[in-house]
């Protein structure tokens, strides 16, 4: 049974650096059959694809926040990691990691399977 | 960037009754269009997919349609779990973008 279970820091002052780990079970972040990702929903609003990444060392960024996200991966550990600099107001938002489905055409952006979600709250 | 406008924003019905949720893209997105439903304190699930395909373990009173740039979603026969947020998704071109949401709520 798959598992995603994201960590993060919860508050964070304007101008920090977001980091937030994906500690993926029950599946491997180096199957060819997936691509994995972010995505934030601040609360009471819509969803924001952040980026996704595939085992080959493929990454996508949205381009909106391109400038200032990094998705790193660690295979040992089956984790994926976001790192979002210089953050303000606007990026309070709970923060989910997800399992994307390889359709090998291209089209890779069928999110099949979302974490719980971290929230984060940036605030002085 | 495909803009993805859904609508209505708010529906308000009743169990046992048929609705349909509408989502329109900025551009021809073929079929590559995805529905979730998100209930209140829950991560989003996948319903439906490629426009019309659903998704294994999704109850069939949900179905897909459409292509190009218009799309729906409907439930054939509300049910009390189905009282929730549900989201349109292309996946044609990068950056994947999502509707604004529909919330289905209570008559």
């Known amino acids: 049974q798959l598992q995603v279970q994201e960590s993060g820091p919860g508050l964070l002052k304007p101008s920090e650096t977001l980091s937030i780990t994906c500690t993926v079970s029950?599946?491997?972040?180096?199957?060819?059959?997936?691509?994995w990702g972010w995505i934030r929903q601040p609360l009471g609003q819509g969803l924001e694809w952040i980026g996704s990444f595939y085992y080959s060392g493929s990454t996508y960024y949205n381009p909106s926040l391109k400038s200032r996200v990094t998705i790193s991966v660690d295979t040992s550990k089956n984790q994926f990691s976001l790192k979002l600099g210089s953050v303000t107001a606007a990026d309070t938002a709970l923060y989910y990691c997800?399992?994307?489905?390889?359709?090998?055409?291209?089209?890779?952006?069928?999110?099949?399977?979302w974490g719980q979600g971290t929230l984060v709250t940036v605030s002085s | 960037d495909i803009q993805m406008t859904q609508s209505p924003s708010t529906l308000s019905a009743s169990v046992g009754d048929r609705i349909t949720i509408t989502c329109r893209a900025s551009?021809?997105?073929?079929?590559?269009l995805a529905w979730y439903q998100q209930r209140p304190g829950k991560a989003p699930e996948l319903l439906i997919y490629k426009a019309s395909s659903l998704e294994s373990g999704v109850p069939s009173t949900f179905s897909g349609s459409g292509s190009g740039t218009e799309f729906t979603l409907t439930i054939s026969s509300l049910q009390p779990d189905d009282f929730a947020t549900y989201y349109c998704q292309q996946y044609n071109s990068y950056p994947w973008t999502f509707g604004q949401g529909t919330k289905v709520e209570v008559k």
């Open positions: 029950g599946g491997s972040i180096s199957s060819r059959s997936y691509y």
């Open positions: 997800a399992r994307l489905r390889n359709t090998a055409t291209a089209k890779d952006g069928l999110i099949d399977y």
């Open positions: 551009q021809s997105i073929s079929s590559w």
